[in-house]
Nanobody, 114 residues
Framework: VQLQASGGGLVQPGGSLRLSCVAS????????MYWLRQAPGKGLELISG????????HYADSVKGRFTISRDNVKNTLYLQMDSLGSEDTAVYYC????????RGQGTQVTVSS
């Protein structure tokens, strides 16, 4: 299993970023997928999940209304559109096969700062 996340970076408060995660080594189109994050000094936080067909999505209260999860089962890619970013969103973001993050990629750093 390989999960390669990208798209992170430094963004000003109120800005947007789009994260991508390219998956390989398993049947992506049959697998629910998740985004988690880990802020400095804190544990992993599940922030969003999507069903295998992309028809069901859920969000943590902390990101609801600002983040949008999606997937492309032809490209084996998971996405996270992040809008209205604030300093509290600064974290390493991981895509994962499970909602605890036991099987996750290497992560991509998102830093929200002016």
């Amino acid at each position: 299993v390989q999960l390669q996340a990208s798209g992170g970076g430094l963004v000003q408060p109120g800005g947007s970023l789009r994260l991508s995660c390219v998956a390989s080594g398993f049947n992506f189109r049959f697998t629910p997928m998740y985004w988690l994050r880990q802020a400095p000094g804190k544990g992993l936080e599940l922030i969003s999940g999507i069903s295998s067909a992309g028809t069901t999505r859920h969000y943590a209260d902390s990101v609801k209304g600002r983040f949008t999860i999606s997937r492309d089962n032809v490209k084996n890619t998971l996405y996270l559109q992040m809008d209205s970013l604030g300093s509290e969103d600064t974290a390493v973001y991981y895509c994962a096969q499970d909602d605890r993050g036991d099987v996750r990629g290497q992560g991509t750093q998102v830093t929200v700062s002016s």
